[in-house]
């Protein structure tokens, strides 16, 4: 049933501070476009987001670069060029609240904790 939105976690798919795609990622995302064939869609949209670790700048690069990465990737397994948009929100999406995690805590703590916020989002609209 469309429109739909999937979210995969950035940790799946990536790895930390990276935009390669993971051999895991890729097979998630080649259970998206096996469950895809057949559908009448009209946009897919990959919508990378960040942590809030790092600066706005920084993020919103990576955001995008991952988002292009997830774009690339369908449309090299068969979705049309044509049908598939990529954009980077950077962190100013994060599902968690600054009270959730603090800053204070060691590092891998704090990653840990703002995993949730490192994502992409992918949005596929059509009529069925």
Sequence with gaps: MLPQKINFSAD????????????AGKAMLDELTRLLQGANYEV???IGHTDRIGSAAYNQRLSVRRAEAVKKYLTEKGIPPNRVYA???GKTQPLTKPSDCKSRQSRRL???CLQPDRRVDIEVTGTK
Excluded: S, T, V
């Design 12 to 23: 799946a798919l990536f790895d930390f501070d990276k935009a390669a795609l993971k051999p």
């Design 44 to 46: 897919i949209l990959a």
């Design 87 to 89: 954009d980077g929100k």
């Design 110 to 112: 704090l990653i840990a």
